[in-house]
């Protein structure tokens, strides 16, 4: 029988320097922070379904090296199985992420590494792992040749497919028609809509087109004011959720797919799932960090008042 997750995307070492601008080019400034964690949307995605008590194998690529322990570490206490290639002569991914210390604005230079060789060849050596799970998930960070042969294994063998166009990089129109839950935030629905997402109106335009061009549901997230489902008989949004102060929202999106694919996995419905991914996203904004921030069932279940 089909189980559990598979998540093909990137890794990359987080890596934050806070200072009070961007230094000039040839020029050196004194920071004032630093902090290193492991991201990457693939990777925060399988970290929080783990976390959320899924059965998810992780596929990617990494470097032999410091960054690629620390990913190896993190999937160990998540229960994020690797299916993992390290590379010798690649390096980790890795994103250099300027802070404004006054603003909070930033900055960032993502690197993929190894990850950015991910083909449609090493996605095929992982039929086994993606026709044998019950939720199949992808992003846009890998190459997008390697998401459409993704998307299309799986739909083949009946899995549940989940595409996050993230970031708003160009994919493939084939993709829509192999994907069961297209997954974009505002701005990336917007760029592929070409128009901006700011009423529950434009959300239902969206997710319209989104349907007219082949995917099964559309599920466009809107921050604070939470989710748009828009599918075959429904059309409403979900409110987020957050029962402590907002601290830092980065990796959101994520802890969202990654709650949202835990559920489904589990074979609840649409709406129950939509509402377990912002109640683990609304925990995850309540804390530093991207993979690190994502919460652990118990966590999530009390946010939905159904734990204890
Ligand atoms: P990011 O790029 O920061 O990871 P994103 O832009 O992909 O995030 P958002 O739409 O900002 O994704 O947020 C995803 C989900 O996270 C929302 O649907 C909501 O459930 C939750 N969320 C985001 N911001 C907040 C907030 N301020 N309070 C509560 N929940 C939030």
Not at 115 to 138: C, N, P
Request: aromatic share 6%.
């Amino acid at each position: 029988a089909q189980m559990g997750i598979a998540i093909l995307g990137i890794y990359v070492a987080d890596t934050a320097y806070l200072a009070e601008r961007m230094p000039q080019v040839g020029e050196t400034i004194s920071g004032s922070g630093f902090s290193l964690g492991p991201g990457g949307k693939g990777s925060n995605q399988a970290v929080a379904a783990g976390r959320a008590g899924a059965r998810v194998s992780f596929i990617s690529k990494i470097g032999d090296d410091t960054f690629g322990k620390m990913a190896l570490e993190i999937y160990a206490e998540a229960g994020v199985t690797p299916k993992v290639e390290v590379m010798a002569d690649m390096p980790s991914g890795a994103a250099f992420i300027f802070v404004n210390d006054q603003t909070g604005e930033n900055a960032i230079i993502v690197y993929p590494g190894a990850a950015g060789t991910i083909t449609s060849a090493d996605v095929e050596e992982h039929r086994a792992v993606i026709e044998s799970s019950k939720v199949f998930v992808t992003q846009l960070e890998q190459p997008p040749d390697a998401a459409l042969t993704a998307l299309t294994l799986a739909r083949s063998a009946g899995v549940t497919t989940v595409f996050n166009p993230a970031p708003a990089n160009p994919f493939d129109a084939a993709c829509y028609g192999q994907t069961d839950y297209f997954v974009p935030n505002e701005s990336e629905a917007a760029a592929i809509v070409g128009f901006k997402i700011d009423t529950e109106e434009d959300a239902r335009r969206a997710g319209d087109l989104f349907l007219e061009r082949g995917v099964g549901t559309a599920i466009i997230t809107l921050g604070a004011k939470g989710v748009y489902l828009h599918g075959p008989g429904i059309s409403t949004r979900v409110p987020a959720m957050a029962n402590a102060p907002v601290i830092d929202t980065a990796g959101a999106g994520d802890a969202f797919i990654g709650g949202f694919a835990a559920a489904l996995s589990e074979g609840q419905g649409v709406e129950q799932a939509v509402r377990m991914g912002c109640a683990t996203a609304g925990i995850a904004v309540t804390r530093r960090g991207t993979a690190p921030a994502m919460p652990a069932r118990a966590e999530i279940d009390a946010m939905m008042g159904q734990g204890a």
